[in-house]
């Protein structure tokens, strides 16, 4: 998707998984329960998109902007997150834990 721009794309679900989205302006889409599986999302932003159900395992979310973005129920496992806007961002518990932990936190009950 290198080049393209998406910011007037109406997407309903679907597998991006394995693709690039470097640096891509997605502010604000509809990005509901879309497979992103190994994506790059380096750098993009993502603020005020819902992204609820969204599937990011093993993406690159490095310096992402995810500001204000609705991120309950998606899948954030093993994802890189360095330097990312999480400002606003709404997430339910359970992925509050899995990201405390993924910065070395210990969660105790």
Known sequence: FEGADLRAVKVE??????SSFRMQEMQ???LEGVKFVEAD???ANLSGANLRNADFS???MAQANL?????KGAILEAIGLEHANWKGAKI????AILLAQSFGAKVEG
């Open 13 to 18: 679900g679907g597998d991006w998984s394995f």
């Open 41 to 43: 999302l380096y750098s």
């Open 92 to 95: 339910d518990v359970g992925q």
């Open 28 to 30: 604000g889409l509809n």
């Open 67 to 71: 500001m204000n973005a609705d991120l």
């Open 58 to 60: 093993r993406s690159s």
